[in-house]
Protein backbone atom coordinates (compact mmCIF):
# COMPACT_ATOMS: atom_id res chain seq x y z
CA UNK A 1 0.00 0.00 0.00
CA UNK A 2 0.73 3.29 -0.65
CA UNK A 3 -0.79 6.36 0.86
CA UNK A 4 -0.29 9.91 -0.79
CA UNK A 5 -0.83 13.51 0.37
CA UNK A 6 -1.12 16.32 -1.74
CA UNK A 7 -0.43 19.99 -0.18
CA UNK A 8 0.16 23.13 -1.97
CA UNK A 9 -2.65 23.95 -3.66
CA UNK A 10 -4.69 27.36 -3.20
CA UNK A 11 -6.24 30.37 -4.74
CA UNK A 12 -3.92 32.54 -6.66
CA UNK A 13 -4.22 35.03 -9.40
CA UNK A 14 -4.09 34.46 -13.38
CA UNK A 15 -0.27 34.47 -13.96
CA UNK A 16 0.94 33.58 -10.58
CA UNK A 17 2.85 30.53 -9.61
CA UNK A 18 1.76 27.34 -6.80
CA UNK A 19 3.88 24.63 -6.58
CA UNK A 20 1.87 21.19 -5.14
CA UNK A 21 3.90 18.34 -3.33
CA UNK A 22 2.58 15.00 -3.15
CA UNK A 23 4.51 13.02 0.04
CA UNK A 24 5.07 9.22 -0.15
CA UNK A 25 4.43 6.79 2.23
CA UNK A 26 4.27 3.00 2.83
CA UNK A 27 6.48 1.40 -0.34
CA UNK A 28 9.68 2.57 -1.80
CA UNK A 29 9.00 5.86 -3.43
CA UNK A 30 11.88 5.33 -6.11
CA UNK A 31 9.88 1.90 -7.39
CA UNK A 32 6.50 4.04 -8.34
CA UNK A 33 5.87 6.22 -11.63
CA UNK A 34 4.11 9.07 -10.36
CA UNK A 35 1.79 11.44 -12.39
CA UNK A 36 -0.38 14.79 -11.20
CA UNK A 37 -3.79 14.63 -13.12
CA UNK A 38 -6.63 17.47 -12.41
CA UNK A 39 -10.56 17.46 -12.58
CA UNK A 40 -12.10 20.74 -12.88
CA UNK A 41 -16.16 20.61 -12.50
CA UNK A 42 -18.31 18.65 -15.17
CA UNK A 43 -14.85 17.31 -16.61
CA UNK A 44 -13.28 13.96 -17.25
CA UNK A 45 -9.98 13.58 -14.77
CA UNK A 46 -7.15 14.29 -17.00
CA UNK A 47 -3.35 14.00 -16.61
CA UNK A 48 -1.11 16.96 -16.52
CA UNK A 49 2.18 15.52 -16.32
CA UNK A 50 4.10 12.07 -15.43
CA UNK A 51 7.21 11.60 -14.41
CA UNK A 52 9.40 8.15 -14.24
CA UNK A 53 10.90 6.25 -11.32
CA UNK A 54 13.94 8.38 -11.61
CA UNK A 55 12.61 11.00 -13.21
CA UNK A 56 14.72 10.91 -15.97
CA UNK A 57 11.70 10.73 -18.53
CA UNK A 58 8.76 13.40 -18.34
CA UNK A 59 5.35 13.81 -19.95
CA UNK A 60 2.82 16.74 -20.16
CA UNK A 61 -0.32 17.45 -21.58
CA UNK A 62 -0.37 20.36 -24.01
CA UNK A 63 -1.87 22.76 -22.37
CA UNK A 64 0.38 22.71 -19.73
CA UNK A 65 3.22 22.91 -21.77
CA UNK A 66 5.91 25.36 -20.95
CA UNK A 67 4.37 26.58 -17.83
CA UNK A 68 4.36 23.72 -15.44
CA UNK A 69 7.25 21.45 -14.10
CA UNK A 70 7.48 17.89 -12.85
CA UNK A 71 9.86 16.65 -10.42
CA UNK A 72 10.56 14.48 -7.83
CA UNK A 73 13.01 13.81 -4.97
CA UNK A 74 13.09 10.02 -3.93
CA UNK A 75 14.93 11.01 -1.11
CA UNK A 76 12.04 12.82 0.21
CA UNK A 77 9.59 10.68 -1.25
CA UNK A 78 8.05 13.39 -3.03
CA UNK A 79 6.77 14.45 -5.84
CA UNK A 80 6.43 18.06 -7.38
CA UNK A 81 3.96 20.17 -9.58
CA UNK A 82 5.66 23.86 -10.32
CA UNK A 83 2.80 25.61 -11.95
CA UNK A 84 3.29 28.89 -13.27
CA UNK A 85 1.70 31.74 -15.35
CA UNK A 86 -1.61 30.31 -14.55
CA UNK A 87 -4.88 30.28 -16.26
CA UNK A 88 -8.46 30.39 -14.92
CA UNK A 89 -8.44 27.86 -16.47
CA UNK A 90 -6.25 25.49 -14.63
CA UNK A 91 -8.56 25.85 -12.23
CA UNK A 92 -9.33 22.37 -10.66
CA UNK A 93 -9.27 19.74 -8.14
CA UNK A 94 -5.41 18.19 -8.32
CA UNK A 95 -4.54 14.92 -7.45
CA UNK A 96 -1.00 12.41 -7.61
CA UNK A 97 -1.12 9.06 -8.48
CA UNK A 98 0.90 6.06 -8.14
CA UNK A 99 2.27 3.37 -10.45
CA UNK A 100 4.27 0.28 -9.18
CA UNK A 101 6.21 0.28 -12.68
CA UNK A 102 8.49 1.43 -14.66
CA UNK A 103 7.58 3.87 -17.49
CA UNK A 104 5.66 7.32 -18.07
CA UNK A 105 1.66 6.72 -17.76
CA UNK A 106 -1.21 9.39 -18.60
CA UNK A 107 -4.25 7.19 -17.99
CA UNK A 108 -6.29 7.50 -15.02
CA UNK A 109 -6.49 3.24 -15.38
CA UNK A 110 -2.91 3.18 -15.12
CA UNK A 111 -2.63 4.52 -11.68
CA UNK A 112 -2.70 2.30 -8.76
CA UNK A 113 -2.58 4.59 -6.30
CA UNK A 114 -4.58 7.96 -5.97
CA UNK A 115 -4.05 10.91 -3.33
CA UNK A 116 -7.39 13.14 -1.83
CA UNK A 117 -6.92 15.78 -4.11
CA UNK A 118 -5.68 19.75 -3.30
CA UNK A 119 -7.67 22.19 -5.10
CA UNK A 120 -6.27 25.21 -7.50
CA UNK A 121 -8.52 27.85 -7.98
CA UNK A 122 -7.01 30.68 -10.41
CA UNK A 123 -8.86 34.18 -10.43
CA UNK A 124 -8.75 36.32 -13.72
Known sequence: QVQLVESGGGLVQAGGSLRLSC????????SFAMGWFRQAPGKERECVAAITL??????????????????????????????????PEDTAVYYCAARFKSGVYYYTDDYDYWGQGTQVTVSS
Not at 23 to 30: D, P
Not at 56 to 84: C, E, H, P
Open 54 to 87: NGGNTYYTDSVKGRFTISRDNAKNTVYLQMNSLK
Open 23 to 30: AASGRTFS
